[in-house]
């Protein structure tokens, strides 16, 4: 009996074990208190960066270029494999050896120990991973006047505070006196708030250029937050450049919020020619691949999109086995695409359905603050660029 009593109390320890490994995820814990390191890292060079300026000093680095914190023997960081950048920016790296030195020689270029009332960085923070194949890393960027650091998040907890922290990216966390000098540094290409509340421009603020001419008078509205347009008839739709996104199967992300009284097929944001974010077919939003046919999702069928409410949609694409996530306002689900999702082409657009051109579009309905990103979000980002906005 003894034997048999202690075998289930065995049983009944391993158990609780088990549970504990779920609930208390290992792997995300670790991840948070990276995290956690991140922001304090940023917060520490935020504040020296205030000193420097308040001792004054006014030399903040060259402007137009991204210093980044991983080492390289390259100074234009050549052989990291980071993603382009916008016309007239480049990147600066230094070595391993002066990576962290505070005396103008590290990946920051300014001089903290020049501060007459002390150097207030023994060592210039660096990420904890300090990688670019994950994106962890950290960035720094002048004007000449004003400055901004970056960071990118990898636990799912973290994701609210990279949302809220002001940049136009909400996956990128951000200190500075300007958060808008790089918007682009971990993947956004297009960014379009729809706040101009009038003329032909729509103007994008991911710092790639892609501005987008408005064709045959949307109204322009006050939308859930800020501006939008309203969209009224087959005719009225947005296009722009496509700078910033490769062609061929490559990674990308729609994000916009819509609404609308239909039930049926409205086009919300399409990238070069083969593919579009649409909503919604019966009910479903779907990705539209011209190339390989639709991959509807019911995300979650207790909402009704037609409900002249406004909702969050998102649909983020990975060339990996054609692996997407669906994204509609809180909810999310992984589904595989039924072909790939951008095979080339030269422009973005706006309320217009590249495939059909338009024919089978529903009217009225008003967008607002779209977004088209070249990397794989994930549905923890997803989620916190919903509750930023909700």
């Given at each position: 009996m003894a034997l048999i009593e202690l075998l289930i109390v065995i049983a009944i320890i391993g158990i609780l074990a088990a549970v504990v490994v779920l609930v208390v995820n290992p792997a995300q814990l670790v991840a948070q208190g990276r995290d956690s390191t991140r922001i304090q890292d940023l917060a520490s060079i935020n504040t020296a960066l205030g000193e420097y300026l308040a001792n004054g000093n006014t030399f903040l680095g060259s402007s137009n270029t991204v210093y980044v914190s991983v080492p390289d023997t390259s100074t234009t960081c050549s052989d990291l494999g980071l993603p382009a950048l916008p016309t007239g920016w480049s990147y600066h790296c230094v070595s391993t050896s002066t990576l962290t030195e505070t005396n103008g020689n590290g990946w920051i270029p300014i001089s903290f120990s020049s501060i007459t009332t002390g150097n207030p960085l023994p060592t210039i923070p660096i990420d904890p991973q300090n990688t670019t194949s994950t994106g962890e890393y950290y960035t720094y960027a002048t004007n000449g006047s004003q400055y901004e650091l970056t960071s990118y998040f990898e636990s799912n907890n973290y994701q609210t505070q990279a949302a809220q922290s002001g940049n136009p990216d909400p996956t990128t966390y951000a200190l500075g006196s300007n958060l808008d000098l790089t918007p682009f540094v971990h993947g956004l290409v297009g960014y379009w708030p729809l706040n101009e509340g009038s003329g032909t421009t729509a103007y994008d603020?991911?710092?790639?250029?892609?501005?987008?001419?408005?064709?045959?008078?949307?109204?322009?509205?006050?939308?859930?937050?800020?501006?939008?347009?309203?969209?009224?008839?087959?005719?009225?739709?947005?296009?722009?450049?496509?700078?910033?996104?490769?062609?061929?199967?490559?990674?990308?992300?729609?994000?916009?919020?819509?609404?609308?009284?239909?039930?049926?097929?409205?086009?919300?944001?399409?990238?070069?020619?083969?593919?579009?974010?649409?909503?919604?077919?019966?009910?479903?939003?779907?990705?539209?691949?011209?190339?390989?046919?639709?991959?509807?999702?019911?995300?979650?069928?207790?909402?009704?999109?037609?409900?002249?409410?406004?909702?969050?949609?998102?649909?983020?694409?990975?060339?990996?086995?054609?692996?997407?996530?669906?994204?509609?306002?809180?909810?999310?689900?992984?589904?595989?695409?039924?072909?790939?999702?951008?095979?080339?082409?030269?422009?973005?657009?706006?309320?217009?359905?590249?495939?059909?051109?338009?024919?089978?579009?529903?009217?009225?309905?008003?967008?607002?603050?779209?977004?088209?990103?070249?990397?794989?979000?994930?549905?923890?980002?997803?989620?916190?660029?919903?509750?930023?906005?909700?």
């Open positions: 603020k991911s710092g790639w250029g892609n501005n987008g001419t408005v064709f045959n008078s949307p109204s322009w509205i006050s939308g859930i937050n800020g501006g939008g347009l309203y969209f009224t008839t087959s005719t009225q739709y947005v296009t722009s450049t496509q700078n910033g996104l490769s062609s061929g199967d490559v990674p990308i992300t729609f994000t916009g919020w819509i609404k609308t009284p239909n039930s049926t097929i409205e086009s919300i944001a399409s990238a070069s020619a083969n593919s579009s974010m649409e909503v919604n077919r019966n009910g479903q939003l779907f990705l539209h691949e011209c190339n390989g046919g639709d991959t509807p999702s019911n995300v979650n069928t207790s909402i009704n999109i037609g409900n002249s409410a406004w909702h969050f949609v998102a649909i983020s694409f990975s060339p990996t086995n054609n692996a997407s996530i669906f994204a509609l306002d809180g909810s999310s689900i992984n589904l595989t695409a039924n072909g790939p999702a951008n095979s080339g082409g030269s422009y973005f657009t706006i309320g217009y359905d590249i495939c059909d051109k338009n024919v089978n579009i529903s009217y009225p309905y008003y967008l607002t603050d779209i977004r088209i990103y070249r990397t794989s979000l994930t549905p923890a980002q997803l989620l916190a660029m919903y509750n930023r906005i909700k």
